[in-house]
């Protein structure tokens, strides 16, 4: 996807992975950051809404609802979203999905602990897990962007070739590349912008900047706003002391 970000203030959101909580508190932080600048408003978020964290069905509910007044949203796939569209469409196994935290998305769903022991693996245990997932987050699912390009800036879930053209890059690249992205990092010529690694701090290293810091373990969802060339980091309310889930 091509924007045109030329005088927008862009927030773009790390890895938000089931912490609506979260996500409401840095909106909020957001909103009140954005009080201060004229001109239309963009949210980015880098996708793997899903998983991990105790509710990834009202994070996506959420995202399906209007964003904050006097902003845009564009969400994008993160490799989470990627398992759980695969399963949802029969493409991968449930323990694919539930080896990546997609347990955890299932019991936000509304199936619990217990019953999740007892389910098999047959086709019909499956299809009745299918069917606790609405329509609108399925379509949700299946029509995410990966990437977000502008002349100076590229947004997505995981990172890029640098020395190859976007459009000759596979969603699967974008959505789960590591150290080969980092690897060639010194060649990008624009500015990017991901998540997908969690890092205690958003990470700064040349054109490259990290802002997965791990929300669904370490109670900080952070965002970067991106205004005149220059940034500025936000970070949602931290949870107290034994609440964060536990890191996979």
């Not at 089931?18 to 963009?42: F, N, W």
């Not at 490799?79 to 019991?107: P, S």
């Not at 490259?208 to 109670?219: E, H, K, M, N, V």
């Amino acid at each position: 996807m091509s924007l045109d970000l030329s005088g927008l203030a862009v927030y773009a959101v790390g890895d938000v992975h089931g912490c609506l909580d979260l996500l409401l508190a840095l909106e909020e932080d957001i909103v009140r950051d954005a009080a201060r600048i004229s001109g239309p408003k963009l949210i980015i978020m880098l996708g793997d809404y899903v998983d991990r964290g105790p509710d990834s069905a009202g994070v996506i509910e959420h995202l399906l609802q209007r964003p904050p007044e006097g902003f845009e949203r564009v969400c994008l796939a993160g490799n989470h979203e990627t398992a759980m569209l695969d399963f949802l469409e029969g493409r991968i196994d449930r323990a694919d999905w539930v080896r990546l935290g997609g347990d955890a998305t299932l019991f936000s769903y509304g199936v619990d602990h217990a019953r999740l022991e007892k389910l098999g693996n047959g086709a019909r245990d499956d299809a009745m897990i299918r069917a606790l997932v609405p329509d609108d987050h399925l379509a949700f699912l299946r029509t995410l962007p990966v990437v977000v390009e502008s002349a100076d800036y590229v947004f997505v879930h995981a990172g890029i070739w640098p020395a190859l053209p976007l459009d000759q890059q596979s969603d699967h690249d974008l959505t789960t590349m590591r150290q080969k992205f980092y690897a060639e990092a010194h060649l990008l010529d624009r500015f990017v912008v991901h998540g997908h690694t969690p890092i205690t701090m958003p990470r700064l290293d040349g054109k490259r900047l990290d802002i997965d810091t791990g929300a669904y373990f370490s109670g900080r969802l952070t965002a970067v706003r991106i205004w005149r060339d220059t940034g500025r980091f936000l970070t949602g309310q931290i949870m107290a002391d034994g609440d964060a889930p536990a890191q996979r």
